[in-house]
């Protein structure tokens, strides 16, 4: 069974940084890539960044509005996905998630799998 | 960026019903695809992928169809458990990935 289990999140001062995990288990991790997905109070989904896996170079995308503060990583031998996020805002906060994804043909990918998600508040 | 639109934003149908929930993109995304259900306090779940290809455990009550811009959920026989918020997402031109706002459907 995919389970998927956010934690790290909390309360922080705009300006401040957190560094969420996503602790994966019941798969292969390292042949997976991992999106994170946000979903601010009473809103709908806003994706949030994307890490291939490294058959597919490891790399990284990102949303405009998280781009340059935000940075995903993962830890293929401790199956834990990383979300790094520096200069926080009000508008940062959100639930976040973080989702499996699952190949479709070349360069497709959909969501697969969503973890329970955690909720960060960025307020002063 | 592509964006998503979803009709309507809620829709009241009563158990047992049928339910045609609607996408569209602002350009094709082929049949790239997925649906997405989800209850108030829980993660989104999987619905449907590639247009119309159903994901593992789904009930067949659902179904889905369309390609390009115009695409469709349609639950044939709505049951209690299915009354929530459901998502559209296209992931053929990326980045990014981008989401429908949703269309809640509720109990008439």
């Known amino acids: 069974e995919v389970q998927l289990v956010e934690s790290g999140g909390g309360l922080v001062q705009p300006g401040r940084s957190l560094r969420l995990s996503c602790t994966a288990s019941g798969f292969t991790f390292g042949d997976f890539a991992m999106s994170w997905v946000r979903q601010a109070p009473g809103q709908g989904l806003e994706w949030v960044g994307f890490?291939?896996?490294?058959?597919?170079?490891?790399?990284?995308e990102y949303a405009a509005s998280v781009k340059g503060r935000f940075t995903i990583s993962k830890d293929d031998s401790k199956t834990i996905a990383y979300l790094q996020m520096n200069s926080l805002k009000t508008e940062d906060t959100a639930v976040y998630y973080c989702?499996?994804?699952?190949?479709?043909?070349?360069?497709?990918?959909?969501?697969?799998?969503w973890g329970q998600g955690t909720l960060v508040t960025v307020s002063s | 960026e592509i964006v998503m639109t979803q009709s309507p934003a809620t829709l009241s149908v009563s158990p047992g019903e049928r339910a045609t929930l609607s996408c569209r993109a602002s350009?094709?995304?082929?049949?790239?695809l997925a649906w997405y259900q989800q209850k108030p306090g829980q993660a989104p779940r999987l619905l449907v992928f590639g247009a119309s290809t159903r994901a593992t455990g789904i009930p067949g009550r659902f179904s889905g169809s369309g390609s390009g811009t115009e695409f469709t959920l349609t639950i044939s026989s709505l049951q209690s458990e299915d009354f929530a918020v459901y998502y559209c997402?296209?992931?053929?031109?990326?980045?990014?990935?981008?989401f429908g706002p949703g269309t809640k459907v509720d109990i008439k």
């Open positions: 890490i291939r896996s490294e058959a597919y170079g490891g790399t990284t």
């Open positions: 350009q094709s995304v082929s049949s790239n």
């Open positions: 989702a499996q994804n699952r190949r479709d043909g070349y360069k497709l990918y959909y969501i697969d799998y």
């Open positions: 997402q296209q992931y053929n031109n990326w980045p990014p990935f981008t």
